[in-house]
């Protein structure tokens, strides 16, 4: 065997804590505090405990560069000063400056180092000769490299505010009284003023100001269901849809989450989708066979649904059970009283094309021409609440030139978020000079189902027995202002019994993606929902949005119950046939 070179055995053993002896040269650990007794200029180091960490911090700070000696006391200079470090901010911090010492190659070029104190952190900077000049210090400290957020709040990040710049009238409105708070569904379960509109501007103001946005800024903000019940109880009318739509927008667009990439670039692969037609029909021809051949009653008895990710997961569990019928259009009746589009949308065209049909042929019932309009896509609602602005603004010039196309009287929504979305458009889009007036014009036009036939519906729509309870979607019962009309449609038909439930008009959980990407607050939300459905002991529940259909349908089917979900359509098209 070859023995080991010289100068990499040490002359003497050294006797470890339980008293065995370590031969020459023999380990890692050896090593380590060879190097560290070098730097330190001690024969021995401390024993373990705070003095063997503060030999050690002491040894981080000391060490040399290879081929000089060890730090000695007087061999740095220090300063102190205020200057602004690369976060934006101003902060006190001790330059130090080792002074070079000897001649020759390495010590006039590698010993020259600054290290800078700063959050309380030690970071090498770049080779700078040692200087009290206040303009030269600064330099040093800009070219340091930006301290590491740690570790809450995290990923600190500034951001261009321009979307809220936009809004700032609306964020000043805030009087900050606090009658927001009850009405706040996340408020309601948390108690936080994080979770509350008020705390959210708050948040806002904040980034507005030029304040850091932080993870936990993002969470609060992500946590807003944009269910818009503040909206009614606020006193001062703050606008609090368009500043939460805001603030996402800068987030989605400026900041770089180190975290959940991936759940990012899902989320928009499947926003892409429901912004594409074909995409769209493929996407629900792979579901139908997922379906038909079996696959997942599979997968739901042998457990493998709890191997998909979690929005996976989400997702399969609220897809509605396949065979409802695709949309087709009745016959135009032969003198219209009007001629009206039906907007198809996306998650309407796939889960229920059945509720499109029964929407259709009601208002052909009531002498009105349904006309097509084969252009139309997505309405934009869901990407303008994940705060894909641009996304949005381009399906809603989509929309308006489709329905414009189509020379139709009004464009009828059956759906209550879109609708929402649809007569927002004119704001949306009242920075751009070449669509604006086009905008504000189409928006004039829309109407949700339920208005449109109250208005134009006679005082008897049928006949059917039934006992059934209503719930309120946010987006049209807050942002739309529309309650009493559909228990008014209800009322006209004989024999169905109305019972109202508590709390009808707060949320359900559904909220867009909410159900997704916030799992915890939907099911809290969904609880709460579904408990005051059985209480009121209806055999239907009836709703006039289908994501509210979706998550009450996956409540109700989690507790074992099998109470019906329907459209106020549905219900009027059965009474009437």
């Not at 094309?353 to 009531?366: E, N, P, S, Y």
């Not at 997505?378 to 949005?392: I, N, P, Q, S, V």
């Not at 019962?477 to 006209?492: E, M, T, V, Y």
């Given at each position: 065997?070859?023995?080991?070179?010289?100068?990499?055995v040490?002359?003497?053993?050294?006797t470890?804590?339980?008293?065995?002896?370590r031969?020459?040269?023999g380990?890692r650990?050896?090593?380590?505090?060879?190097?560290?007794r070098?730097?330190?200029?001690?024969?021995?180091?401390?024993?373990g405990?705070?003095?063997?960490?503060r030999?050690?911090r002491l040894?981080?700070?000391a060490r040399?560069p290879?081929?000089?000696?060890?730090?000695e006391?007087?061999?740095?200079?220090?300063?102190?000063?205020r200057?602004?470090?690369?976060?934006?901010?101003?902060?006190?911090?001790?330059?130090?400056?080792r002074?070079?010492?000897g001649?020759?190659?390495?010590?006039g070029?590698?010993a020259?180092h600054?290290r800078?104190?700063?959050r309380?952190?030690w970071?090498?900077?770049?080779?700078a000769?040692?200087?009290?000049?206040?303009a030269?210090a600064?330099?040093?400290?800009?070219?340091?490299?930006r301290?590491?957020?740690r570790?809450?709040?995290?990923?600190?990040v500034?951001?261009?505010?321009?979307?809220?710049?936009?809004?700032?009238?609306g964020?000043?409105?805030?009087?900050?009284?606090?009658m927001?708070?009850?009405?706040?569904?996340?408020?309601?379960?948390t108690?936080?003023?994080?979770?509350?509109?008020?705390?959210?501007?708050h948040?806002?103001?904040?980034?507005?100001?030029?304040g850091?946005?932080?993870?936990?800024?993002?969470l609060?903000l992500?946590?807003?269901?944009?269910?818009r019940?503040?909206?009614v109880?606020?006193?001062?009318?703050?606008?609090?849809g368009?500043?939460?739509?805001?603030?996402?927008?800068?987030?989605?667009?400026?900041?770089?989450?180190?975290?959940?990439?991936?759940?990012?670039?899902?989320?928009?692969?499947?926003?892409?989708?429901?912004?594409?037609p074909?995409?769209?029909a493929r996407?629900?021809?792979i579901?139908?066979?997922?379906?038909?051949?079996?696959?997942r009653?599979l997968?739901?008895?042998?457990?493998?649904?709890?191997?998909?990710?979690?929005?996976l997961?989400r997702?399969e569990?609220l897809?509605?059970p396949?065979?409802?019928?695709?949309?087709?259009?009745?016959?135009?009746?032969p003198?219209?009283?009007?001629?009206?589009a039906?907007?198809?949308?996306?998650?309407?065209?796939v889960a229920?094309?059945?509720?499109?049909?029964?929407?259709?042929?009601?208002?052909?019932?009531?002498g009105?021409?349904?006309?097509d309009?084969p252009?139309q896509?997505?309405?934009g609602?869901?990407?303008?609440?994940?705060?894909?602005?641009?996304d949005?603004?381009?399906?809603?010039?989509?929309?308006?030139?489709?329905f414009?196309?189509?020379?139709?009287?009004?464009?009828?929504?059956d759906?209550?978020?879109?609708?929402?979305?649809?007569?927002?458009?004119?704001?949306?889009?009242?920075?751009d000079?070449?669509?604006r007036?086009?905008?504000?014009a189409?928006?004039?036009?829309?109407r949700?189902?339920n208005?449109?036939?109250a208005?134009?519906a006679?005082?008897r729509?049928?006949?059917?027995?039934?006992r059934?309870?209503y719930?309120?979607p946010c987006?049209?019962?807050h942002a739309?202002g529309i309650?009493?009309?559909?228990?008014?449609?209800l009322?006209?038909?004989?024999g169905?019994?109305?019972l109202?439930?508590?709390?009808?008009?707060?949320?359900?959980?559904?909220?867009?993606?909410?159900?997704?990407?916030?799992?915890?607050?939907?099911?809290?939300?969904?609880?709460?929902?579904?408990?005051?459905?059985?209480?009121?002991?209806?055999?239907?529940?009836i709703?006039?949005?289908?994501?509210?259909?979706?998550?009450?349908?996956?409540?109700?089917?989690?507790?074992?119950?099998?109470?019906?979900?329907l459209?106020v359509?549905?219900?009027?098209?059965?009474a009437?046939?």
């Amino acid at each position: 065997m070859r023995p080991p070179r010289r100068e990499h055995v040490r002359a003497r053993e050294r006797t470890s804590r339980r008293g065995r002896t370590r031969h020459p040269g023999g380990g890692r650990a050896d090593r380590r505090d060879q190097r560290r007794r070098s730097d330190l200029g001690v024969d021995r180091l401390p024993p373990g405990g705070h003095g063997r960490r503060r030999a050690r911090r002491l040894a981080r700070r000391a060490r040399a560069p290879a081929g000089t000696r060890p730090l000695e006391r007087g061999d740095l200079s220090r300063e102190r000063y205020r200057i602004s470090l690369p976060c934006g901010r101003s902060r006190d911090v001790h330059a130090y400056a080792r002074r070079p010492r000897g001649r020759g190659r390495r010590s006039g070029r590698r010993a020259r180092h600054t290290r800078v104190q700063a959050r309380g952190r030690w970071r090498l900077g770049s080779p700078a000769r040692p200087t009290r000049d206040r303009a030269r210090a600064e330099a040093t400290l800009r070219s340091t490299r930006r301290p590491r957020a740690r570790p809450h709040p995290a990923s600190l990040v500034r951001v261009t505010i321009a979307p809220l710049h936009e809004v700032e009238p609306g964020l000043r409105q805030c009087i900050h009284c606090g009658m927001c708070l009850e009405a706040c569904p996340t408020y309601q379960i948390t108690r936080l003023e994080t979770e509350s509109p008020r705390g959210r501007i708050h948040l806002m103001l904040n980034m507005l100001e030029g304040g850091p946005t932080s993870d936990t800024t993002r969470l609060h903000l992500d946590r807003c269901l944009a269910c818009r019940a503040c909206e009614v109880v606020c006193p001062s009318g703050v606008p609090y849809g368009h500043l939460i739509e805001a603030a996402r927008t800068v987030i989605a667009t400026e900041t770089r989450p180190r975290r959940g990439w991936l759940s990012g670039r899902l989320r928009r692969l499947a926003l892409g989708v429901l912004a594409d037609p074909p995409s769209l029909a493929r996407a629900a021809l792979i579901l139908g066979l997922y379906q038909r051949l079996g696959v997942r009653s599979l997968l739901h008895a042998t457990g493998a649904t709890r191997l998909l990710p979690r929005g996976l997961r989400r997702l399969e569990a609220l897809y509605p059970p396949f065979g409802r019928p695709r949309y087709r259009a009745p016959s135009p009746p032969p003198a219209p009283r009007a001629r009206v589009a039906l907007l198809l949308g996306c998650v309407m065209r796939v889960a229920y094309g059945d509720v499109h049909t029964a929407a259709a042929r009601i208002l052909a019932r009531q002498g009105i021409a349904v006309i097509d309009a084969p252009a139309q896509t997505c309405c934009g609602a869901l990407h303008a609440h994940a705060g894909e602005r641009e996304d949005a603004r381009a399906l809603a010039r989509r929309n308006i030139a489709a329905f414009d196309e189509a020379d139709v009287d009004w464009v009828v929504v059956d759906a209550a978020g879109c609708g929402a979305q649809l007569k927002g458009y004119g704001a949306l889009l009242a920075d751009d000079d070449a669509w604006r007036e086009r905008a504000v014009a189409f928006a004039a036009k829309v109407r949700d189902v339920n208005e449109y036939l109250a208005e134009i519906a006679g005082e008897r729509l049928g006949r059917l027995d039934l006992r059934a309870t209503y719930q309120d979607p946010c987006h049209l019962a807050h942002a739309q202002g529309i309650r009493k009309q559909p228990r008014d449609l209800l009322s006209r038909v004989h024999g169905l019994e109305l019972l109202e439930m508590a709390d009808a008009d707060v949320c359900c959980g559904s909220a867009g993606s909410y159900n997704i990407t916030q799992p915890e607050y939907a099911d809290r939300l969904l609880a709460r929902k579904v408990d005051a459905i059985l209480a009121t002991g209806a055999n239907a529940v009836i709703s006039a949005n289908p994501g509210c259909m979706l998550q009450i349908e996956a409540g109700l089917r989690a507790r074992g119950s099998r109470i019906e979900v329907l459209h106020v359509v549905e219900v009027l098209d059965r009474a009437i046939s």
